[in-house]
């Protein structure tokens, strides 16, 4: 299994940003029933939960996120979408999809103010 990312950039405070995590060599009943998620990592800091989307299609997101970031799927497409709206500088980080244990190359997001 290998997962695509793509979407990060830079964008000033208040913007928006999309997020794709496309997961290759996953057949398509594996991909709908495996947990989903984003993660973000700041240097120096910690890896940190962002959102997730489990087998059974619920949704969560960090309290830091809720409200402005919204998770999506394309069980055809087997990608994951991130849209990140109301951006804010400390919003700026590395961001990291994951397919059950395996982990996407990472997108820089940067924020400015």
């Known amino acids: 299994v290998q997962l695509q990312a793509s979407g990060g950039g830079s964008v000033q405070a208040g913007g928006s940003l999309r997020l794709s995590c496309r997961v290759a060599?996953?057949?398509?009943?594996?991909?709908?029933?495996?947990?989903k998620g984003w993660y973000r990592q700041v240097p120096g800091k910690e890896r940190e939960w962002v959102a997730s989307?489990?087998?059974?299609?619920?949704?969560d997101y960090a309290e830091s996120v809720k409200g402005r970031f919204i998770l999506s799927k394309d069980n055809t497409k087997k990608s994951t979408y991130l849209q990140m709206n109301s951006l804010k500088p400390e919003d700026t980080a590395v961001y990291y999809c994951?397919?059950?244990?395996?982990w996407g190359p990472g997108t820089l997001v940067t924020v400015s103010s």
């Open positions: 060599g996953s057949i398509l009943s594996v991909f709908r029933a495996n947990t």
């Open positions: 994951r397919f059950g244990s395996a």
């Open positions: 989307i489990s087998g059974d299609g619920s949704i």
